[in-house]
């Protein structure tokens, strides 16, 4: 149900556009790449092999990864609404 001047199905359009495009940006991430580390790259403490064997390529520990996630900001979206609400904001 699209309100205004858009098409039945509208919204569900611009929903799983917003997905897929957000998909998109997940698997463009560069994933890591050739032999896991046995210690950490930043701290140099031991990776535990459960860890080495889920993420091939993993470099960092845990607590350094914990890290650096927390420093990271998400984006936010593009608004494909266009409504009136949202552009005064």
Do not use: Y
């Amino acid at each position: 149900m699209a309100g205004g001047w858009a098409r039945d199905g509208a919204v569900s359009e611009q929903i799983e556009a917003s997905i897929n495009d957000e998909l998109a940006r997940l698997k463009s991430r560069r994933a890591p790449v050739g032999d896991s580390l046995t210690h950490c790259a930043e701290c140099e403490e031991p990776i535990p092999q459960a860890r080495r064997d889920a993420l091939p390529g993993v470099k960092l520990c845990i607590e350094c990864v914990r890290e650096r996630d927390a420093g990271f900001t998400a984006k936010g979206g593009m608004n494909r609404r266009g409504s009136k609400d949202s552009q005064l904001k």
